[in-house]
């Protein structure tokens, strides 16, 4: 066994500890606070370092520590989605820079690259939080500093460090009670502890395989507590995982999106279906892959196709929640390439006339995105709760906007830290970052954008604005739990306002009337509902309509906002 760690010894480890994450990203998405069905953490920490492991994986086997850890800073700061994603990367980027230059890594100098990567974590984020990835990679510094000079060989090292990472997480329920209350550890501390445990394996020896392609290690399992052993194949309703990009030929109006949705939806399910300038992102698992590709056919040509026998390839046994989660998480990878795809097109179109300020905004949602379009705002990145961008994503989009200083609105409280790490790979432009958690925030940035002053000047005042409005999404509970005494069931309807859960029913418009109404107060004027893609105009005039007659003094809006996951989103000001 191995004293020490070289350069061949690192590349394998962290792409086994990529391996290893990959592998447990759906449980580590389950352990989000809000059960929400938009799993984040596991994702992003995930996408994040395989955007640094599909290059290393060809680098040669004469590259040295200081350039594997320059491909593995370089990848997961552009790869960052997520503010798990984006302290995973710091964390990398820490380590790394301490370790340039060094031909072999032994325990006090692992122990001080260690120190630095929690140090570059703390850094990045505003306001640190215990209890958090950050304490668990904290204590795991601490530990190995600790037990560098020990006379115990770099297994026990590593296993000792290990360990005290897994109990120091077992204890974040008890700094954050909202961990306590939801009856979880941190998501992102497990991701860490997940890497950690990934790479400790590629040290000793072991092989975890990664498929680069998709994202899913070969050893992947099931998540914890769940039992597939005595499912039988049978028990998959499509069999053919069918994908492809239609290049569209003519005019693709609302209607033709909903006539098409309909149609997949008739011949399978776990649908993504995302449009994108002139690209149809498509995704189905049916029984009849060329009825699809046909349908596909009548609005443009077809590239990138592809069908997989999910029963002959995989012969996985699935039940029916396990079959929903794979769904979300190949919609969240699908619609992530989707997003890839129309940046670069994007990319290649050229820019408008030179103007001094511009606007980029992330949201999901073609009604969304028209309103920031018809707003004036310079480039829409598609993305938000359910696919959060990268740092490349959005440092791609800044690019297309010809302007000397740039507004970013990133409109997800998961996607502020990402925008801010794109600051600093822009260059010859001033990028000022609107801290907006909600599409609603970004909306009344925008609005209350006033030409005459400076950016400076804008910049605080856009800022006062999104914190005089408030803001709730209605969507559905995946897992039971407990959130801020509000007893939650799976399938339960939730109100979420800004970070609280304000409404839980059984009842769709029921739990949108009781949110708006817990939002509510004596200087309320207007309220405004953006109706998803699974609800009708009418669901929300509804919801309006009995809003309006209790509250007659208050101005209330319904607009299509198309947004994924959320049946409605709601601002109150």
Not at 35 to 57: E, Q, S, Y
Not at 256 to 274: P, R, T, Y
Not at 521 to 549: C, L, R, W
Request: charged share 25%; net charge negative.
């Amino acid at each position: 066994m191995l004293e020490y760690i070289d350069a061949k010894t690192l590349k394998k480890m962290f792409l086994a500890g990529v391996a290893n994450l990959s592998a447990n990203k759906e449980w580590i998405n389950e352990l989000n606070v809000f059960p929400v069905p938009d799993g984040d953490t596991g994702t992003n920490m995930t996408l994040t370092v395989m955007t640094a492991a599909k290059v290393l994986v060809d680098a040669p086997d004469s590259a040295s520590i200081t350039d594997i850890g320059k491909i593995i800073a370089t990848g997961t700061l552009k790869g960052a989605r997520g503010n798990s994603g984006v302290i995973m990367s710091q964390l990398c980027r820490g380590f790394t820079k301490e370790t340039e230059g060094a031909s072999k890594l032994d325990k006090r100098t692992i122990a001080s690259a260690m120190d630095r990567a929690v140090n570059s974590a703390y850094k990045a984020v505003m306001k640190p939080k215990e209890g958090t990835i950050l304490t668990v990679a904290k204590a795991a510094a601490a530990k190995a500093a600790e037990l560098m000079s020990e006379g115990i060989s770099m297994e026990e090292y590593f296993s000792e460090i290990i360990a005290y990472s897994e109990f120091i997480l077992e204890k974040t329920p008890d700094m954050l009670p909202v961990l306590k209350e939801a009856g979880v550890v941190d998501s992102g501390g497990q991701g860490l502890v997940m890497f950690l445990k990934g790479a400790f394996e590629a040290f000793k020896g072991n092989e975890l395989k990664l498929d680069l392609t998709s994202g899913h290690s070969e050893t992947s399992a099931a998540p914890k507590g769940i039992d597939t052993s005595n499912i039988s194949t049978a028990d998959i309703k499509f069999g053919y995982c069918t994908e492809f990009l239609v290049n569209l030929e003519k005019p693709y109006t609302d209607k033709d999106e909903q006539e098409f949705k309909a149609f997949l939806s008739s011949i399978g399910d776990s649908i993504v279906c995302v449009h994108m300038d002139d690209i149809i992102k498509v995704h189905v698992h049916t029984n009849h892959p060329g009825q699809a590709f046909e349908k596909g056919l009548t609005y443009g040509s077809l590239t990138s196709m592809k069908v997989d026998n999910m029963r002959e390839e995989h012969n996985e046994k699935l039940v029916t929640e396990e079959e929903k989660r794979a769904a979300a998480a190949e919609e969240n990878a699908m619609k992530s390439e989707a997003a890839e795809v129309a940046a670069t097109v994007a990319k290649a179109e050229p820019a408008g006339p030179h103007k001094d300020v511009g606007f980029v905004a992330v949201c999901a949602g073609d009604g969304l995105s028209k309103i920031f379009k018809d707003l004036s705002v310079d480039a829409v990145i598609e993305g938000g709760q359910t696919m959060n961008p990268s740092t490349e994503d959005i440092v791609s989009a800044i690019d297309t906007v010809n302007a000397d200083n740039v507004f970013v609105l990133p409109n997800n409280g998961n996607i502020i830290m990402t925008a801010d790490q794109a600051r600093y790979l822009c260059d010859g432009k001033n990028i000022v970052v609107i801290p907006t958690k909600t599409v609603t925030q970004g909306i009344t940035a925008v609005i209350n954008y006033v030409p005459a002053l400076s950016v400076d000047e804008n910049t605080e005042h856009m800022k006062k604005a999104i914190s005089e409005i408030k803001s709730a999404e209605i969507t559905y509970a995946i897992r039971d739990t407990e959130i801020d005494g509000m007893a939650i069931e799976v399938g339960d309807y939730m109100g979420i306002g800004d970070g609280h859960m304000l409404a839980v029913s059984k009842d769709m418009k029921e739990t949108a009337i009781e949110t708006i109404k817990a939002m509510m107060d004596e200087d309320s004027e207007i309220v405004t509902i953006y109706y998803g893609a699974d609800v009708t105009e009418d669901d929300a005039q509804e919801i309006a309509d009995t809003i309006e007659e209790e509250y007659e003094d208050a101005e209330i809006d319904v607009a299509y906002g198309g947004q994924p996951v959320y049946y409605f989103i709601i601002s109150v000001e």
